[in-house]
T-cell receptor, first 114, second 111 residues
Framework: NAGVTQTPKFQVLKTGQSMTLQCAQDMNHNSMYWYRQDPGMGLRLIYYSASEGTTDKGEVPNGYNVSRLNKREFSLRLESAAPSQTSVYFC?????????????FGEGSRLTVL | GQQVMQIPQYQHVQEGEDFTTYCNSSTTLSNIQWYKQRPGGHPVFLIQLVKSGEVKKQKRLTFQFGEAKKNSSLHITATQTTDVGTYFCAGPGKGANNLFFGTGTRLTVIP
């Protein structure tokens, strides 16, 4: 089992370009999450999806869109990248319906916007 | 809004010394989780605390959840170089399924 897989692992964009970060999980978890991590800021929640067909905003949703394509996949799109979106992005998954339950993280996608 | 603060932000210890990080929430938490992130890696779940005043141990790690369920701590006894990394606490937000992370404490262990 791969767990949570993110692609790409590294990406460099120019300001204004668009891109999609892909995330897939093979653990049959219902809930999926996108976080960004910046130095000294910890992990900040961008969007999450409690179950297939639903998505909700987190702390820092501006400039991002998400799609829960099916139970396995949850993608994060930057329509017009900005330097402030330079960060490490983590996808995570966990069992739905509980306020408890551990998050399983992917290995991260390091994005640089020039 | 939801706020989970951690102190200290950084800690350097000599190998063999103890280490403690503290997590404080502005609201009462139904539960709290702790994660460890090695340098260059991704966060990995350590433990979850649910009950008021709960204490759990994992070898040299001791986790506590405050009586009021608004704070928590992680204590490492006799640190080793393998303990290096950033330790995060995380608590549920207003939504049933979201999870907010603290700012993290970055631990450096000097051999």
């Amino acid at each position: 089992n791969a767990g949570v897989t993110q692609t790409p692992k590294f990406q460099v964009l120019k300001t204004g370009q668009s891109m999609t970060l892909q995330c897939a999980q093979d653990m049959n978890h219902n809930s999926m999450y996108w976080y960004r991590q910046d130095p000294g800021m910890g992990l900040r929640l961008i969007y999450y999806s409690a179950s297939e067909g639903t998505t909700d905003k987190g702390e820092v949703p501006n400039g991002y869109n998400v799609s829960r394509l099916n139970k396995r996949e949850f993608s994060l799109r930057l329509e017009s990248a900005a330097p402030s979106q330079t960060s490490v992005y983590f996808c995570a998954a966990r069992t739905r319906g509980l306020s408890t339950g551990e998050l399983f993280f992917g290995e991260g996608s390091r994005l640089t916007v020039l | 809004g939801q706020q989970v603060m951690q102190i200290p932000q950084y800690q350097h210890v000599q190998e063999g010394e103890d280490f403690t990080t503290y997590c404080n929430s502005s609201t009462t938490l139904s539960n709290i989780q702790w994660y460890k992130q090695r340098p260059g890696g991704h966060p990995v779940f350590l433990i979850q605390l649910v009950k008021s005043g709960e204490v759990k141990k994992q070898k040299r790690l001791t986790f506590q959840f405050g009586e009021a369920k608004k704070n928590s701590s992680l204590h490492i006894t006799a640190t080793q170089t393998t303990d290096v990394g950033t330790y995060f606490c995380a608590g549920p937000g207003k939504g049933a399924n979201n999870l907010f992370f603290g700012t993290g404490t970055r631990l450096t262990v000097i051999p």
